[in-house]
T-cell receptor, first 113, second 117 residues
């Protein structure tokens, strides 16, 4: 079975703090993709990153960074120097068969000024 | 520039009154998806079109139907909305292709929030 677990339901930080959102996945496929999406209060799901199972290099994009560890089936997302505009629900997802996305339950991040 | 457009953004309907939500895309993607998202939950896939081929999820109620008249447009029809159908409905697209069936990035529209009175 394929499954994504985001154990943190809600996280609250103060602006400029660093924050890490955890994501653990389960799959028997040897080739798969992992995704992170951001959903601000407006409701649109915004694509952040896609990572394939053969590339375990960490990725950094501005204040965002992602740590993929196949050995622990984790794909964690870190925001450095958080800002109020980062407040949103963040979803981790596993690219399943036939293009289906298996979503985690989401982590609500609140960044306070 | 908007790539996946959903209209309307907010829709109010009455219990049992049919309603249609629309989605259009400028990406020329082969695949279009409809998701239902209820409060504090992850999006749930209802069905998707791979080009003209319709693929229904096993647990999608018969009350939900979809049409894709051309590459750019896709509609979600709710034949007899119940109170439990109140949700955000998200449309998404992906490039599609045999070799990329599990790899494509899905791009989402802004969603239509449906209220059922």
């Amino acid at each position: 079975a394929q499954k994504v677990t985001q154990a943190q339901t809600e996280i609250s930080v103060v602006e400029k703090e660093d924050v890490t959102l955890d994501c653990v996945y389960e799959t028997r496929d040897t080739t798969y993709y992992l995704f992170w999406y951001k959903q601000p209060p407006s409701g649109e799901l915004v694509f952040l990153i896609r990572r394939n199972s053969f590339d375990e290099q960490n990725e950094i994009s501005g204040r965002y960074s992602w740590n993929f560890q196949k050995s622990t089936s984790s794909f964690n997302f870190t925001i450095t120097a958080s800002q109020v505009v980062d407040s949103a629900v963040y979803f981790c997802a596993l690219g399943g068969r036939i293009g289906k996305l298996i979503f985690g339950q989401g982590t609500t991040l609140q960044v306070k000024p | 520039d908007a790539m996946v457009i959903q209209n309307p953004r907010y829709q109010v309907t009455q219990f049992g009154k049919p309603v249609t939500l629309s989605c259009s895309q400028t990406l020329n993607h082969n695949v279009m998806y409809w998701y239902q998202q209820k409060s504090s939950q992850a999006p749930k896939l209802l069905f998707h079109y791979y080009d003209k081929d319709f693929n229904n999820e096993a647990d999608t109620p018969d009350n939900f139907q979809s049409r894709r008249p051309n590459t750019s447009f896709c509609f979600l029809d709710i034949r007899s909305p119940g109170l439990g159908d109140a949700a955000m409905y998200l449309c998404a697209t992906s490039r599609g292709g045999l070799a990329s069936a599990i790899t494509d990035t899905q791009y989402f529209g802004p969603g239509t929030r449906l209220t059922v009175l």
